[in-house]
């Protein structure tokens, strides 16, 4: 069997330009070279995509015999969320932690939420700005954030929960620069650590180092305060991991507990966020769509067609855009060889515009995934990746967004600000919009006129504007 073909190494100048424009990359990779296809990129071992659902299923079921994705995760992701983490761990201990922590965000375990959640997200929504554009995923971010701080961490109306609240947003930016996450991981620890460059102030390094180190500071103490005085009563994931304990009898431990608190963050605050605003791109450029989705949720109906929009909102702009393992041992895809210390990648991004299981896939179609050819298109459908590794708060997330979707329609009438699609922009290990999904925001009324927008100099709002800006 022959390596699966592909274009030669690329180098730091290619392999920006790739990703400034990762599905016009991938999609022209995939049309040359066909469904496997192997790119190396500077500083890591060969990656091969797949991009079908039944090619994705093989690397899945490494999982169980030899697929390492903590490993993978480790050099982008340790420094924040840390080597106790769902994210970053393999094996027996990642079985553990999945273990101790799938009760909690189980959906029966969940449901009790959503009412906590439609107003977290009425509150925030109350506060929008009118007639003038914003930035919808920014506005998503500060219900999500919410509702992790709330609902997983516990943490309500107290000075901690104040400074989490504070802190969290600057951690998660500095996170994402491009110049902390493709740094080499040895270099990265020894800034982060080493005495000569954590006193240099204006070095990233520094400042992440600073916000690590202060939610960290927040999340112990609550740890510390929760054991001296649990509540048996307590319905958030921080209480129940608390009091969980593995077939030995033991419980997480402080650091466990802390990374996989700040992994839940990572996993369920900005993911979340994107997928909502993405949501609303899609829906604002297919106004068919959104109309009927407004008349179903302003008459009360079941979810079953919102849940139908969130689906195909996942599909054709999936957030995480590939799901790697690392090979203990070579796989066969499609007569090519993958080889031991490579990595294989389920290209969400194409498996989600594969014609055979998603015919037009450039329409927004929720109806794909009703009536007769919802089979195919679930089965193809994997937005939280697949395995034994698919994504432990996927049921918390779509909870989210099917809450907070019907929140935003029933509050206000949204307008893109500019009526072109948004591109997928990389950030992180997601994709967003390039443009922070902008928009108008007016009234609900029945009145069908476009809202006129107005740019409003800074400092210049009217006094319940102020009241209301955040």
């Known amino acids: 069997m022959t390596p699966p073909p592909g274009p030669r190494g690329l180098g730091l100048l290619s392999t920006a330009r790739f990703f400034a424009q990762p599905v016009k990359g991938m999609e022209a990779a995939r049309r040359r070279y066909g469904p496997v296809f192997m790119i190396k990129f500077p500083g890591f071992p060969a990656e091969v995509f797949l991009t079908t659902a039944d090619l994705a299923e093989r690397a899945y079921a490494t999982d169980a015999e030899g697929g390492r994705a903590g490993e993978i995760r480790r050099q982008f992701l340790e420094q924040l969320v840390g080597r106790h983490s769902l994210l970053t761990l393999d094996h027996e201990p990642w079985w553990r932690h999945r273990r101790l922590i799938s009760p909690p965000l189980h959906g029966r375990a969940i449901a009790r939420w959503k009412a906590e959640i439609g107003q977290i997200a009425a509150d925030e929504i109350a506060g929008w700005p009118l007639n003038r554009p914003f930035p919808l995923r920014d506005r998503m971010q500060r219900i999500t954030l919410e509702v992790i701080v709330r609902l997983v961490f516990g943490m309500r109306e107290s000075p901690r929960g104040a400074r989490l609240r504070a802190a969290i947003p600057e951690l998660i930016e ?51 305060a929760r054991r001296m005085a649990p509540d048996p009563d307590a319905t958030d994931v921080l209480s129940m991991l608390l009091a969980a304990r593995d077939e030995n009898g033991n419980g997480l431990t402080d650091q466990e507990l802390r990374d996989e608190l700040i992994t839940l963050l990572e996993a369920g605050h900005e993911t979340t966020a994107t997928a909502l605003a993405w949501t609303f791109e899609r829906l604002l450029r297919n106004r068919p769509v959104l109309d009927r989705l407004r008349a179903e949720v302003a008459e009360g109906e079941e979810e079953t067609y919102l ?84 994504c432990v708060g996927a049921q918390l997330a779509l909870m989210e967004m099917r809450v907070i979707t019907r929140e935003v329609l029933r509050a206000v009438d949204l307008r893109a600000v500019d009526p072109a699609p948004e591109r997928p922009k990389v950030r992180h290990v997601t994709l967003v919009p390039a443009k922070r999904a902008r928009v108008v925001a007016r009234q609900v009324t029945n009145a069908q006129e476009p809202p006129q927008v107005q740019e409003r100099p800074q400092g210049r709002k009217r006094p319940a504007e102020r009241a209301k800006a955040v």
């Open 174 to 224: 500095i996170a994402g620069r491009p110049t902390l996450l493709f740094m080499p991981p040895r270099a990265l620890e020894w800034m982060l650590t080493a005495r000569a460059p954590r006193g240099v102030p204006f070095l990233p390094t520094t400042r992440f180092a600073e916000v690590r180190a202060e939610v960290d500071d927040i999340l112990f103490a609550e740890i510390a």
């Open 307 to 390: 849940e139908a929009v969130v689906k195909e909102s996942l599909r054709s702009r999936p957030v995480v855009y590939d799901v790697p393992r690392l090979l203990d041992k070579p796989l066969e895809l499609n007569g090519h060889r993958a080889e031991a210390g490579w990595m294989v990648s389920p290209l969400i991004m194409l498996i989600h515009r594969d014609p055979e299981a998603f015919p037009d896939p450039d329409a927004f179609r929720p109806e794909r995934f009703l009536g007769p050819d919802a089979a195919r298109a679930n089965k193809a459908w994997m937005p939280f990746g697949g395995g034994r590794r698919y």
